[in-house]
């Protein structure tokens, strides 16, 4: 049994229309983190799921007139779809509409209550439906919601309110005191001066339509869908019920959301959580925002790329590639598809595909199909194999959710590697075949590491690696590994090509 545990989170996605490159987006950084905890010795819970609640969700069900539930079951199906498309590892999949979520939420609404902080009042305010969040008048932007620009329509109703007020001081305290409770920094300090400008009460629940969990004990009001869907973090790992053994070894969590969604993430949340006598999350961290060649990403310009469209071409290893690459995770990004394909052929069937090809090749015809002998390390070779290790590095670069450091650091070896190549010119060495057999072995050994620290980030594509390459799993742990961690005699099978190549006239076309 270990100690060491880890939780992480994806927001709960909004099954109104089917899954696009920033939900993958969102998905697969958790999943790195995820893997690269489970390879590391954690016992790790990585959740995702889908937020079927709210207004928005009844009125697209009644556009298509189907009950809701029929609605948000088929497409709650393509989130969880993405599971398989995108390689996720994730351990669960929650649904708020299941019963496990439904009595969660209502017991952390009861517990809200009992400790004082939920009052009845009548709300009136503007809302709006896309974004599920209600505005003041001075919030507005040219009369639409500030956030996404969508309408709002105006409310007036009975409802609950939870005194979030009376938490600006406790949370300002909080914030100063784990400056890395929200990232990145920049994101922190909006943060934090929004609560430092103040806090109103905030509306929990509504009563003008049904789609949602009833309020205990008043059945004309259904909880707010933020309250519902913030508390499936709690569901997925059975905090309800009696044996919390789950809730008790996995939380708190790290929450991974977009930059859109941290008001409730690092405002509410946790301000409920005080609320609630629960332990505040470890860490949330907000990322930027995917535009489409330039534009953003809409259904009226039916721009939206799904993930399944990029994987069935060009592979499921290399959208998480360069989805991770292309921008640092906190910053916004473009999707290019020249750029896609340019980062497919020059990083990865380049500077790693063409590396790991050419040592096998010349492995498999000049040795026998062997690992070959490690002879004495020169100061060239051990100054060289001194840098393959990145696990310390990597480790950090998790931790922090840095993943396009973590994937620099993992090239920088790929650049030394190709540049020890070039160096020792193995391809020269046949009339000295035991110097080639050893040149040979110290790249084997490197890329057996890169196979190694590679996995999280491309799990598909590392095995192949690791397989290609006859590693030998007794000669190292998880992702520590120390040392010679080929066989010398082991016979490699014939080397395939891992990463291919997109041919120009696919790039035309
Ligand atoms: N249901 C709420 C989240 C509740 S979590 C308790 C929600 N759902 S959403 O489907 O609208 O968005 C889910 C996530 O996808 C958010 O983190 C959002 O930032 C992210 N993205 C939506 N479009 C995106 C891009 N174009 N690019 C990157 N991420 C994007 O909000």
Redesign the pocket.
């Known amino acids: 049994m270990t100690n060491k545990t880890a939780y992480i989170t ?5 099954p ?1 229309g089917d899954p ?4 993958a ?2 998905s697969v950084a958790a999943d790195i983190y995820s893997r690269f905890k489970r390879l590391d010795g954690y016992d790790t819970k990585f959740l995702t799921g889908t ?1 079927e609640h709210g207004l928005k969700l009844q009125r697209a069900a009644e556009a298509k007139n189907m009950p809701t539930q029929e609605f948000v079951d088929e497409l709650s199906a393509k989130f969880r779809e993405l599971t398989p498309i995108m390689n996720l590892s994730n351990d669960d999949f929650i649904r708020t509409t299941q019963t496990r979520h439904i009595k969660t939420a209502t017991k952390f609404w009861n517990k809200l209550q009992e400790n004082g902080y939920i009052y009845k009042d009548t709300y009136a305010g503007w809302y709006s439906v896309s974004d ?1 969040t209600y505005y003041t008048e001075d919030e507005l932007v040219d009369g639409k919601s500030p956030d996404s620009g969508h309408d709002v329509e105006w409310l007036e109703e009975e409802s609950y309110y939870f005194k979030l007020s009376e938490f600006q001081e406790k949370l300002l305290a909080y914030y100063d005191e784990n400056p890395d409770f929200i990232q990145p920094k920049s994101r922190f300090n909006e943060v934090y001066s929004f609560v430092k400008n103040g806090l109103r009460d905030l509306s929990i629940s509504r009563s003008t339509f049904s789609w949602g969990v009833p309020v205990p004990n008043d059945d004309k009001h259904i909880m707010y ?2 309250i519902d ?2 508390t ?2 709690l569901s997925g790992i059975n905090w309800a019920d009696d044996d919390k053994t789950e809730f008790d070894k996995y939380w708190p969590a790290i929450h991974i ?5 941290l008001k ?2 690092a405002i509410y949340w946790p301000a409920m959580l005080m609320a609630a006598d629960i332990e505040l999350p470890k860490k949330i961290i907000a ?5 489409v060649e330039g534009e ?2 809409s259904k009226s310009k039916g721009n939206a790329i799904h993930p399944k469209t990029l994987t069935n071409e060009y592979g499921c290893d290399q959208l998480r590639y360069f989805l991770m690459r292309e921008i640092s995770f906190g910053n916004d990004g473009d999707f290019n598809k020249d750029r896609f394909i340019s980062r497919i052929n020059s990083e990865l069937a380049n500077d790693l595909g063409n590396l790991f090809q050419r040592v096998l090749t010349m492995i498999y015809k000049n040795c026998d199909a062997k690992i070959p002998h490690l002879a004495e390390l020169s100061s060239q070779d051990k100054e060289f194999l001194s840098q393959v290790n990145v696990l310390e590095k990597l480790r950090k670069e998790i931790d922090n959710l840095e993943f396009h450091n973590g994937l620099n650091t993992i090239w920088h070896v790929i650049g030394e590697a190709n540049r020890y190549m070039d160096t020792m010119q193995p391809w020269k060495l046949k009339n000295e075949p035991e110097k080639m057999a050893h040149v040979l072995r110290v790249l084997a050994e490197c890329l057996a590491y890169l196979s190694i620290q590679l996995e999280p980030f491309m799990p598909e594509s590392a095995k192949k690696m690791q397989t290609a390459i006859s590693l030998q799993f007794n000669n190292f742990n998880g992702l520590e590994v120390k040392g010679e961690v080929l066989v010398e005699g082991t016979t490699i099978p014939k080397p395939q090509g891992i990463f291919p190549r997109i041919e120009k006239k696919e790039e035309a076309a």
């Open positions: 994806t927001p709960i996605y909004y109104s696009h490159i920033g939900s987006y969102t937020d599920e869908v933020w869907a913030l499936n973090y959301v977009g930059k859109d969604i409730f993430h990322h930027g925002w995917w535009t953003k990403m």
